[in-house]
């Protein structure tokens, strides 16, 4: 069976638990507190229970701390997958949607998404879903906006005779 993997010298046990009194996120208080236990003579088990962990994972972190400080044991983000459209891509697709489709060629008279993706499919030979594609445009500054239905037979002089015309009653003056 292996030695304990030294804990590093420069913080007494006090002064872990006080770091560990200001610390903002609760699992690095709670691995702070571990470690103090740690350095005030406890057993790696108990300071382990302490942390509710194993002593495995107590070693994981005193290599963190020993490396990093106290800074170490916070969790890091997870940076996730990568994009499946390069900047460049996006950039063509932002120029393809403010050019608009062409009647004959895409057989559409406006952007859906579900055209959009068709469209992403053949040039960048990429399938991504229809919430997806709303996401990239809104990233690229488009907004979904849907005009209000209009009869083609609506008549503009008929709609400004029905207007109201009277001020109301209620305005404030």
């Not at 236990?37 to 194993?54: E, Y």
């Not at 979904?144 to 709609?159: G, L």
Request: hydrophobic share 40%.
């Amino acid at each position: 069976m292996g030695a304990a993997v030294a804990l590093r010298e420069d913080y007494s046990g006090s002064e872990l638990r006080q770091l560990a009194k200001a610390a903002k996120d609760a699992d690095q208080a709670r691995r702070l507190l571990a470690l103090a236990a740690v350095r005030d003579g406890m057993s790696r088990a108990a300071g382990a229970k302490i942390g509710a962990m194993d002593r495995q994972t107590l070693r994981d972190w005193v290599h963190r701390f020993n490396g990093k400080g106290p800074e170490g044991l916070i969790n890091g983000k997870a940076p996730g997958p990568e994009p499946k459209l390069t900047a460049e891509q996006k950039e063509e697709l932002r120029q393809v949607v403010e050019a608009g489709p062409d009647a004959d060629k895409d057989g559409v008279v406006r952007w859906r998404c579900v055209d959009l993706k068709r469209v992403i499919e053949e040039r960048f030979d990429v399938d991504l879903d229809e919430v997806s594609i709303g996401r990239i445009l809104k990233e690229l500054g488009f907004a979904h906006v849907s005009p209000r239905p209009k009869h083609p037979e609506q008549d503009p002089d008929a709609i400004e005779a029905l207007k109201k015309t009277s001020p109301r009653a209620w305005r404030k003056r």
